[in-house]
């Protein structure tokens, strides 16, 4: 089985740490060491031990909760914020609203009030034409009144000089039979 380098040192750290005496040497000897295995494995410095992976875990979650508690902080901040907001918001968009309805009201009494005003005025306009309508209705019935006089009249007239031409045929023909019969007595037989 071939040996690694990793074995190699440890087997000449244990030679060399048998043959020392005394506790300086040993010291030497385990320093001279470490070196050869750092000149060797340069990565090993940076390798973490589990005592540092440990109080990196502790760190980062230590520094978790911190982030946690700070995010937690401005999250309600920010709630806050955002809430006060839209109270802001709210209380504006229900002054804006009772501000509409009001104007709405306003317009709809000045509509209805108009409309008061025009049926008043188709009212009376109303009121007018009937009586202009009843003036000449009355009218009608005085040109019909006085047509019918005047029909009266002109017929009573007609009959009148119906009664008079026909008495003056009548004369005319009287006189014509007697002309006729004295001129048949005169010329005779």
Do not use: C, N
């Not at 074995?7 to 000449?12: G, P, R, Y």
């Not at 504006?92 to 009030?113: C, G, H, N, T, Y």
């Amino acid at each position: 089985m071939p040996e690694s380098p990793l074995m190699s040192a440890a087997f000449d750290l244990y030679t060399k740490l048998k043959h020392t005496s005394s506790d300086e040497e040993r010291a030497e000897v385990i320093a001279q060491a470490f070196d050869a295995l750092e000149a060797r494995f340069p990565q090993l410095t940076d390798l973490a031990t589990q005592g540092h992976v440990r109080e990196s875990e502790l760190r980062l979650q230590k520094e978790i909760k911190e982030v946690e508690a700070r995010l937690q902080k401005e999250i309600k901040e920010v709630e806050a914020r955002l809430q006060k907001d839209i109270k802001e918001v709210e209380a504006r968009l229900q002054k804006d609203i009772k501000a509409v309805e009001l104007q709405i009201k306003e317009v709809e009494s000045q509509l209805q009030k108009d409309i008061k005003g025009v049926e008043l005025q188709i009212m009376e306009l109303e009121a007018r034409l009937q009586k202009d309508i009843k003036g000449v209705e009355l009218q009608i019935k005085e040109v019909d009144a006085r047509l019918q006089e005047r029909i009266s009249q002109l017929e009573v007239s007609l009959h009148q000089a119906l009664a008079a031409q026909t008495r003056w045929l009548i004369g005319g023909l009287a006189i014509l039979g007697v002309v006729l019969k004295l001129a048949d007595v005169l010329i005779g037989p």
